[in-house]
């Protein structure tokens, strides 16, 4: 495949990457959940750049990923000490904090809100930019606007060739979906974005309770119902339902169970993921990635388990599915 967007690699093109920050475009890099778009936070026109590739709305903000903990009182305000608990408990790892922004903290980047997320990154690729570039990193994920969040250098460029300076390729995300996010700012700790790291696993942390916001996912009015869509129609079916199908070749399937070969009929296109949500998640956006590329006539994705350990993923199936 030919791709007008550079290929870089690390360690050897940490300067040319560094360059491109340091001149205001955005390239996409691997974090250990998704790939980012980074942009250097504090160039207005950078952040400006972000949102012209991936075709966002200018009022829904971007997260701010930092090297370290002690960069948290850089960008924000008011800062209460679960916060410092939280970054100690996780970071670097896939949870992002809301916290309130400082007033230099331009507009751009948090949307006009009096708000910012921060995030310190596990992945190797994304922490040496961010140390490099000697900046904090915006970084929504890497794709246009309410398409597939992208766990590969392919995936990133399958909707944004052309359209940004380069692409870091590092291999795979191995979390595969993007960050929990919990808001310190409310009185009882709010996860509003549910992840990789659940509330049981925050409660541990803080010795105390914290509780999901009413509409997960939406962090931000207005922000769209649609998400992490492929370009192939995908219709959410129960087990029992796809267990009465009799699949074609034009249509592909998503299931944690193993069809039978009654079912699969003539169908190549099957992905079994496992049934361990976290190995689940891992290659959930994959899988879509891979039956969407096979211009299938549509894409049938089994319901996962109603059960809190599938809540990230079931919020994310929700909005894949979302007309
Ligand atoms: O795992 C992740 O979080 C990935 C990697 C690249 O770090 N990033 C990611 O970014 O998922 P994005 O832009 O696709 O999703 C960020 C979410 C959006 O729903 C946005 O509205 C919300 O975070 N957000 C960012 N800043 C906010 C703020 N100041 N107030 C409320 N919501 C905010
Ligand atoms: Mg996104």
Same mark, same amino acid.
């Given at each position: 495949?030919?791709?007008?967007?550079?290929?870089?690699?690390?360690?050897?093109?940490? $300067?040319?990457? @560094?360059?491109? &920050?340091?001149?205001?475009?955005?390239?996409?890099?691997?974090?250990?959940?998704?790939?980012?778009?980074?942009?250097?936070?504090?160039?207005?026109?950078?952040?400006?750049?972000?949102?012209?590739?991936?075709?966002?709305? $200018?009022?829904?903000?971007?997260?701010?990923?930092? $090297?370290?903990?002690?960069? &948290?009182?850089?960008?924000?305000?008011?800062?209460?000490?679960?916060?410092?608990?939280?970054?100690?408990?996780?970071?670097?790892?896939?949870?992002?904090?809301?916290?309130?922004?400082?007033?230099?903290?331009?507009?751009?980047?948090?949307?006009?809100?009096?708000?910012?997320?921060?995030?310190?990154?596990?992945?190797?690729?994304? &922490?040496?930019?961010?140390?490099? $570039? *000697?900046?904090? /990193?915006?970084?929504?994920?890497?794709?246009?606007?309410?398409?597939?969040?992208?766990?590969?250098?392919?995936?990133?460029?399958?909707?944004?060739?052309?359209?940004?300076?380069? @692409?870091?390729?590092?291999?795979?995300?191995?979390?595969?979906?993007?960050?929990?996010?919990?808001?310190?700012?409310?009185?009882? =700790?709010?996860?509003?974005?549910?992840?990789?790291?659940?509330?049981?696993?925050?409660?541990?942390?803080?010795?105390?309770?914290?509780?999901?916001?009413?509409?997960?996912?939406?962090?931000?009015?207005?922000?769209?119902?649609?998400?992490?869509? =492929?370009?192939?129609? @995908?219709?959410?079916?129960?087990?029992?339902?796809?267990?009465?199908?009799?699949?074609?070749?034009?249509?592909?399937?998503?299931?944690?169970?193993?069809?039978?070969?009654?079912?699969?009929?003539?169908?190549? *296109?099957?992905?079994?993921?496992?049934?361990? =949500?976290?190995?689940?998640?891992?290659?959930?956006?994959?899988? /879509?990635?891979?039956?969407?590329?096979?211009?299938?006539?549509?894409?049938?994705?089994?319901?996962?388990?109603?059960?809190?350990?599938?809540?990230?993923?079931? *919020?994310?199936?929700?909005?894949?599915?979302?007309?």
């Amino acid at each position: 495949m030919n791709y007008k967007t550079p290929v870089l690699r690390f360690p050897q093109d940490i $300067a040319t990457a @560094v360059g491109l &920050i340091t001149q205001g475009e955005c390239i996409a890099v691997k974090t250990e959940t998704v790939y980012g778009l980074a942009a250097d936070a504090t160039n207005e026109h950078a952040i400006e750049n972000v949102f012209k590739a991936k075709g966002r709305p $200018a009022n829904n903000p971007l997260i701010v990923h930092i $090297a370290s903990v002690d960069d &948290i009182s850089h960008w924000a305000r008011d800062i209460p000490d679960i916060a410092y608990q939280l970054a100690d408990a996780f970071w670097p790892g896939p949870l992002s904090i809301l916290l309130k922004k400082k007033r230099w903290v331009s507009d751009k980047v948090t949307g006009g809100h009096d708000t910012i997320v921060l995030r310190v990154p596990s992945s190797e690729n994304f &922490i040496t930019l961010i140390r490099a $570039a *000697n900046t904090g /990193l915006a970084a929504p994920s890497a794709n246009k606007y309410k398409f597939i969040s992208p766990t590969c250098a392919e995936h990133v460029l399958r909707s944004l060739d052309g359209r940004i300076a380069a @692409v870091v390729d590092g291999g795979q995300s191995d979390v595969g979906i993007e960050s929990t996010i919990i808001d310190v700012t409310a009185p009882v =700790p709010t996860i509003v974005r549910p992840g990789p790291i659940d509330d049981l696993m925050i409660e541990q942390a803080l010795a105390r309770p914290v509780k999901y916001a009413d509409s997960l996912g939406v962090t931000v009015p207005g922000s769209a119902k649609q998400h992490y869509q =492929p370009n192939t129609p @995908v219709y959410l079916l129960s087990t029992e339902a796809l267990s009465q199908m009799l699949l074609h070749n034009d249509e592909g399937v998503i299931s944690y169970t193993a069809l039978s070969e009654s079912i699969k009929g003539e169908c190549r *296109n099957i992905i079994q993921l496992a049934r361990d =949500p976290a190995q689940y998640s891992a290659h959930f956006y994959a899988s /879509l990635y891979q039956l969407d590329k096979q211009n299938l006539r549509c894409i049938y994705l089994e319901e996962t388990p109603y059960d809190k350990a599938w809540l990230a993923i079931n *919020n994310r199936i929700g909005r894949v599915v979302a007309k």
